[in-house]
Structure formats: C-alpha cells, structure tokens
C-alpha cells in the first residue's frame, strides 16, 4: 500500500496564490484523497502551531521565519522546534525578499 504524505501544505490565507484553506478543509481533501499526513505552515506561525496540536497524528509543522529578522528568527526557530515539535523550518524567498 502506498502512503501518500503532502509536503507542502499552506494553512489560512495567501492573497498572493489566491489560496484560502483552514485545517478542516485542510483534513477533508486530505480524507477524500487519502493522504495520511501534510507538513503545514502558515503565517503566523500559531495558525500552524493551533492545527499541528489539535491533529497531531496527521499535521507536522514547520516554523515560517524570515532570515533578515536574526535572532528574532534564531529563537522562533528554537521555540517551535524545541517547544511545539516543529519538524523543520519554511524560508519563503519572494514573500520575505531575500535571496536564496
């Protein structure tokens, strides 16, 4: 049987995509097409953190920080991985204007 994981799952609302998903929408595509697990992010990062703790058999979540921000950033990405259980970090270059 073939396990199917979404790993790049947006949670709320992205203008820029024209992209509006809350976490029931979220887990009811993800029922109708039988993906086991997403790993979501959003800004901010509590609309993730919220979903992540609620459904945390099937959400795995990633800390949005942008690296212009430093240490700001540095101890958002220590929090949520080492607090909440985050799995990884979303750097998003064009909505954060860096360079890859």
Sequence with gaps: MVV????????????????????????????????????????????????????SERLFGLVWVNPYDGERAVGEVEKYIEEYGFKGVKLHPLLDAFLP
């Design 4 to 55: 199917l994981v979404d790993a790049h799952t947006h949670l709320g609302s992205f203008p820029l995509f024209n992209v509006e998903l809350d976490v029931n929408g979220m887990l009811s595509i993800m029922d109708e097409y039988n993906i086991r697990a997403c790993i979501v992010f959003s800004l901010p990062n509590e609309i993730t953190l919220n979903a992540v703790k609620k459904y």
